[in-house]
């Protein structure tokens, strides 16, 4: 049975959640590697899973993703 990247992301965001730093580092890496409507439901399960702590890098990675996103060539 396989495992998506997306799955693998939710298990070790729960497994760094200790640290908000390696939690940051962590997250900013799924945001790249992950596909847009991967991003949207990370997005919609970060916010029911973690804290008001994490709020602020979750929205300070998120902004930052889709600013600085490549656009798709045509």
């Known amino acids: ?3 998506s990247y997306l799955q693998y992301s939710k298990f070790i965001l729960l497994k760094v959640s200790f640290d908000v730093v390696l939690f940051e580092k962590e997250f900013r890496k ?18 029911a899973t973690f804290p008001k702590r ?11 993703f889709w600013r600085n996103r ?4 045509a």
Do not use: D, Q, V
Request: hydrophobic letters at 40%.
């Open 70 to 73: 490549t656009a798709p060539s």
């Open 1 to 3: 049975m396989t495992t």
């Open 54 to 64: 994490f709020r602020g890098i979750m929205g300070r990675c998120f902004r930052y």
């Open 30 to 47: 799924c945001l790249r590697l992950l596909l847009i409507h991967e991003i949207r439901e990370l997005k919609r399960w970060c916010r």
